[in-house]
């Protein structure tokens, strides 16, 4: 399958975050501002406009993370 938990797919999605990461130390340390301040330099929104919005995400993706639904892992022998 194209999409899904599969190990791959979760293997990509790893390294991109990963990529992620690393970017944001880069732009702290080029910029001497933190990620939200980040945000602000390029959105151009206050900083107390985008911590609601952050706080938010967090929130529901944790819950998200509790309550994961439906989804099901598919194993290398399932992919075949």
């Known amino acids: 399958p194209i999409f ?3 190990k ?3 293997l990509f999605v790893g390294r991109l975050a990963q ?3 690393a970017f944001s130390l880069i732009g702290e340390i080029i910029t001497g501002k933190g990620a939200l301040a980040q945000l602000n330099i390029e959105t ?3 900083i107390n406009e985008i ?3 952050v706080l938010f995400n967090v929130i ?3 819950v998200a ?3 994961p639904g439906t989804g ?3 194993t290398d022998e399932d992919e075949e």
């Open 4 to 6: 899904g938990f599969t």
């Open 8 to 10: 791959s797919n979760e």
């Open 19 to 21: 990529l992620g990461i």
């Open 44 to 46: 151009g929104i206050p």
């Open 51 to 53: 911590e609601p919005l």
């Open 60 to 62: 529901f993706f944790f």
């Open 65 to 67: 993370a509790l309550n």
């Open 72 to 74: 099901k892992f598919v």
